[in-house]
């Protein structure tokens, strides 16, 4: 069996100034208390700095910065990898902030993303269908659900997903890329071809694209075309996750077995009787 990439994790988009932290603040001198902050500088020290960032809104919410102060908390964390903790903290604190509706949809994403990273599905789906709830015409809401519900297998939602964000935003290649995906999970690989040929004409380079296009090529042997995509694909997408899955493919199309071809040349040289009682290098 060919080996295809994983959905990605959500897309990598910045996370937009409107839909972050508020009052994260700075410190002015030894012991002095937080200045409050525009929601740029916040985001930007939140990313930056998480853990700094973090323990300055701390000190913020100890002087009176209130939901502000605990919203920047949650975002420094979201930073920092604590899925989880941030999620929770989000959850908490989205409901009081009294935010336009685009800014909470915003945030509601977020606490879907910390979720779906710490790997609970179903907490993840709620709070993106809550923030969908609120910008049902949002592509990237919609894409970011179908995503977390690819993670789950949850592949008829995935398609209905990624069907309207298309229908929103006809040009997204990685909502086509992702589609042809699930239509090939779920064996209509023509429609999967069909999508897989508009993404390519508009990013040739695709390499998540050239991938997949690989495996269905292999899935139905045609050899030849696999390969050819699969070389594209090491060749754009260099030593990437991607990358390194079109060059395993490339290996087995060639007989050869990734996991023990290089085992030869990384065994340890024999010890000798002067080296035999060495510790082993760590």
């Known amino acids: 069996m060919m080996i295809t990439l994983k959905l990605p994790h959500l897309s990598s988009r910045v996370l937009a100034p409107a839909i972050t932290a508020i009052l994260c603040g700075i410190a002015t001198g030894a012991g002095a208390v937080p200045v409050a902050l525009n929601r740029d500088t916040c985001l930007q020290r939140a990313k930056e700095l998480p853990d700094f960032a973090y323990a ?19 975002m ?13 903290a989000l959850e908490a604190v989205i409901p009081v902030l009294g935010l336009p509706p685009k800014v909470t949809a915003g945030l509601w994403g977020k606490a879907g993303w910390a979720w779906f990273n710490a790997k609970e599905h179903a907490k993840a789906d709620t709070d993106y269908t809550k923030a969908i709830g609120l910008q049902p015409e949002d592509p990237d809401l919609l894409i970011d659900r179908a995503t977390e519900r690819a993670g789950a297998e949850r592949w008829w939602d995935v398609l209905r997903d990624l069907d309207r964000a298309l229908s929103l935003d006809g040009g997204r290649v990685d909502a086509m890329v992702m589609r042809a995906e699930t239509k090939h999970r779920l064996g209509r690989d023509v429609e999967a071809g069909r999508d897989l040929r508009m993404a390519l004409s508009l990013d040739p380079d695709n390499a998540q694209g050239l991938l997949l296009s690989g495996n ?38 060639d007989g050869k077995d990734p996991m023990k071809d290089d085992a030869p040349a990384k065994a340890a040289p024999k010890a000798d009787a002067k080296t035999e009682d060495k510790p082993k290098a760590q």
């Open 76 to 88: 420094a964390q979201l930073f920092r990898g604590e899925y989880k903790e941030s999620a929770v």
């Open 56 to 74: 300055e809104a701390q000190l913020w919410e100890k002087k009176g910065g209130g939901n502000d102060a605990r919203l920047c908390q949650a």
């Open 216 to 253: 269905i090529k292999a899935d139905r042997g045609d050899k030849p075309g696999a390969k050819a995509d699969w070389t594209h694909a090491a060749q754009v997408a260099g030593d990437s996750a991607a990358g390194a899955a079109a060059q395993d493919n490339l290996a087995r199309l």
